[in-house]
């Protein structure tokens, strides 16, 4: 019996060791590609810090939009940094929300149990109706699931919605909600998807869908037909550092558009679906515009900014009457 015990020893020895190197969430070099309408968003990790007194990730999460739509000016948000690390078991998030690190992935669960876990910042933090709430899901099933050429532990989860919150770890409720040692979510974003956490009605607000790709130094999956995102080309900010907001949503009589700073020459210009301008305004070292809306028909809208040396934007617009 001395060799049986001494094999099986040794199988539990290297599946604690598999546990902890698949656990390595987000090392060095790794990035992700997530699917989206007009391109795909890209995270990696950028650099190693300290949060709290706690190592961790730096990952960003830039836009990438593909270049018929970089012509056009539409302009998509990235979203905002993430601070991660993990030990044996579950991978950890710093969550603003707590002011403290909190439970991203948990791995060491089994069939049939409930996990509670504290709420995240929406992505992208727009509408918030929750704050420092909670959400629950069960494990469905937990199983080795093939990803391309990688053998991952993945956790199968369906969610419980008593009623608000509704956190999903897919984007949209009817995708399958699982998330995957080095991947994360996969049919989603980094971050669980929150189905009332946002009300917007913006183009340049877009969410994290499925992995593309996935890359680290010891891993190459993909997911997808065609290019992870490589060629895609990043979005310009139209003004660096200069935070634009457009209200109301909707608009009714007018629309009105700030800027944090002055913008020294600007061009705005509004235009129906069909391409025809109902509007042009020409301004100098401006911090806001308003565009009336009274004589327009009710409907969907296009306004377009531009400004010398910088690319122009557009923001989709709702006009009510």
């Not at 044996?88 to 603003?96: E, G, L, M, R, S």
């Not at 080795?144 to 009623?163: E, N, Q, R, S, W």
């Not at 699982?178 to 929150?194: D, F, Q, S």
């Amino acid at each position: 019996m001395k060799p049986i015990v001494t094999i099986a020893f040794l199988a539990a020895l290297f599946l604690s060791y598999n546990l902890q190197a698949q656990i390595n969430f987000a090392p060095a070099g790794s990035e992700w590609y997530h699917a989206m309408p007009y391109g795909v968003f890209h995270s990696a990790y950028v650099t190693d810090t300290t949060i709290l007194g706690v190592n961790c990730r730096k990952v960003t999460q830039k836009a990438y939009t593909a270049n018929p739509w970089l012509a056009m000016g539409l302009k998509v948000n990235a979203h905002p940094d993430l601070f991660i690390y993990s030990n044996a078991d579950t991978v950890f998030v710093y969550n603003h929300l707590f002011s403290k690190f909190t439970p991203l992935y948990v791995f060491n669960v089994n069939a049939g149990d409930t996990i509670t876990l504290p709420v995240l910042p929406p992505e992208p933090a727009t509408m918030a109706t929750v704050t420092d709430s909670f959400f629950s899901f069960v494990v469905d099933s937990v199983k080795i699931a093939t990803y391309d050429t990688a053998h991952l532990k993945t956790v199968y989860t369906t969610p419980i919605d008593p009623g608000s919150p509704h956190y999903y770890y897919s984007y949209g409720r009817d995708a399958a909600h699982r998330y995957a040692m080095k991947i994360g979510t996969v049919n989603g974003g980094l971050l669980p998807y929150c189905g009332r956490c946002i009300i917007v009605t913006s183009d340049a607000v877009q969410y994290q869908d499925s992995v593309r790709c996935y890359n680290d130094p010891a891993t190459a999956i993909k997911l997808a037909s065609g290019i992870c995102g490589k060629d895609y080309s990043a979005v310009p900010q139209i003004f660096p550092g200069n935070d634009i907001n457009i209200f109301p949503v909707p608009a009714t009589d007018y629309i009105n558009v700030s800027f944090s700073k002055p913008v020294p020459a600007l061009i705005a210009t509004l235009f129906n679906t069909t391409g025809v301008v109902v509007f042009t305004g020409n301004y100098i070292n401006t911090e806001t515009v308003q565009i009336s809306t009274q004589y327009l028909s009710a409907g969907v809208y296009y306004l377009k900014f531009g400004a010398e040396g910088m690319p122009p934007v557009t923001q989709r617009v709702i006009i009510l009457k």
